[in-house]
């Protein structure tokens, strides 16, 4: 079964709720999601908007601390800032005690300006730009992942100008299929990402010698979404052989960085196994000497945020009916760009419990692929009834644009039962704020 698309179709509402422990279904409140009526965030803020929750965020860190404990585990998590980015996220895993992951400029200056110490963030990425790079080297980052000899080079050269060493560890592609979407798979040879494992020792030697960068280790990330152990397995496998293998030509290898890719349950089935993950690590791992690194995005956001959506109109046509929402493809593409399936939970406690008949779930903006859900059994949902769009915590707002000129929607963070505006819905005016016309 391809992960992304799988049909959490055959999940009831009530199952949805009964899999999510931070929302509940009020009888007078309606929807609450950590324990705040999501009728009243509409009411203050309106709709599209995105809602986080700090207590979900902070439960899941601690819940793979939890499971690394109980494996033996002792490994560093660097959240992958692209799966949500917000300032207050930042906040909440530094908090926690996590480091960094990031994949441009725009990505280090966020996580540098929330205050992560730049010896705790990891520089990732398949094209760093010279200028990207010359920061990320005079802050100071913890460790570049290399992706190819010409980036190595590249490394080498800015940082021996700027007279210092970048840390660096090579990303091996292991040629082990993650089992998910081709557009979130990168572990296979033949994508972009990582070096062959045949020209990994090579080019750790050269890097030994090289002026302006020292090799501390090895990182990997297979994909995203993942949901059984076994991939893992296999490309960690061949992650701890390279170290082996490494050491005995005589190289220093002192970290290991396994990548990130925990998979969560978007319909009522459960994630990836947080036990049988450190398991696995505890496997590949034990006695090896290294320090490890994961790079968690998805599982420590997705199921902890949801876009908030009013409904505009119902329309029949042919038979079939439409439910046309305030939010669209702008606001979270991936079920266009992924056939990614996502929960909708009306948030009246009477529609959560009307007669079902299927619904093609859309939003206004004009193509086809704007379009949440495909024959989805949901109630009548009249104009101005409002539904919660589940688990899109990550790789949500992250990838929304402003097409068909729709300003980005407000943002809400909710802590200690209460919620915060951590994001102000966008003037209209703001769209063209920076733009110049030309004279005349
Ligand atoms: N580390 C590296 C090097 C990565 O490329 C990624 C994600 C992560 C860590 C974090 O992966 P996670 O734990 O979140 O699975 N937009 C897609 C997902 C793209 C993932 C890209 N890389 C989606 O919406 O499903």
């Known amino acids: 079964m391809d992960a992304m698309t799988n049909t959490g179709d055959a999940a009831s509402l009530a199952d949805l709720m009964a ?9 007078q409140d309606g929807l609450c999601f950590e324990d705040v009526p999501l009728h009243a965030i509409a009411d203050a803020h309106g709709t599209p908007t995105w809602v986080y929750g700090a207590g979900s965020m902070a439960a899941q860190y601690s819940a793979l601390m939890a499971a690394f404990r109980a494996a033996n585990v002792s490994a560093h998590v660097h959240y992958a800032v692209k799966a949500n980015d917000h300032l207050a996220v930042l906040d909440i895993f530094r908090q926690l005690g996590a480091g960094a992951d990031v994949v441009s400029g725009g990505e280090l200056a966020r996580a540098r300006h929330a205050g ?9 990425g398949v094209g760093k730009s010279a200028t990207e ?12 992942n290399v992706e190819s000899a010409e980036e190595l080079v590249m490394i080498s050269g800015i940082a021996s100008a700027m007279g210092t060493v970048a840390p660096v560890a090579l990303r091996m592609n292991p040629d082990v299929d993650a089992g998910t979407h081709e557009k979130i798979t990168t572990g296979v040879a033949g994508n972009k990402f990582g070096l062959a494992q045949a020209d990994i020792p ?9 002026p302006g960068v020292r090799p501390v280790g090895i990182a990997l990330h297979i994909g995203s979404q993942i949901l059984s152990t076994a991939p893992y397995r296999a490309a960690y496998a061949k992650a701890t052989a390279m170290v082996i293998a490494l050491r005995a030509a005589g190289e220093s290898v002192a970290v290991l960085d396994l990548g990130g890719g925990l998979g969560i349950g978007y319909g009522d089935e459960p994630g990836l196994s947080l036990s049988a993950f450190a398991q696995t690590i505890n496997h590949a791992t034990s006695g090896l000497g290294v320090k490890l ?16 959506a009013s409904v505009i109109l119902q329309k029949h046509d ?12 702008n606001d979270l593409i991936r079920p266009a760009l992924y056939e990614a399936w996502h929960g909708i939970m009306p948030l009246s406690p009477v529609d959560y419990r009307a007669g079902l008949s299927p619904a093609d779930v859309v939003g206004p903006v004009c193509e086809s692929a704007d379009r949440f859900a495909a024959d989805r059994l949901l109630p009548a949902l009249v104009p101005g009834a409002r539904v919660a769009i589940l688990d899109a915590g990550a790789y949500g ?4 644009s402003h097409y068909n000129a729709r300003p980005r929607g407000a943002a809400i963070m909710i802590s200690g039962g209460r919620f915060h505006l951590i994001t102000p819905r966008q003037d209209i005016a703001a769209l063209w704020a920076d733009e110049q016309r030309l004279p005349g």
Not at 397 to 400: Q, T
């Open 202 to 210: 090579g080019l750790y030697a050269r890097a030994r010698l090289l």
């Open 397 to 400: 707002a992250v990838m929304s």
């Open 293 to 308: 690194l994961v790079e968690p995005g998805r599982y420590l956001v997705g199921a902890a945020g949801l876009l908030l």
């Open 133 to 144: 790079i010359g920061t990320a080297l005079a802050e100071g980052v913890g460790q570049i």
């Open 19 to 27: 899999a999510r422990h931070a929302f509940k279904m009020h009888a």
């Open 318 to 329: 042919q038979g079939k009916r439409f439910v046309v929402l305030d939010a669209a493809m």
């Open 116 to 124: 992560i110490a730049a010896a705790d963030i990891v520089f990732s």
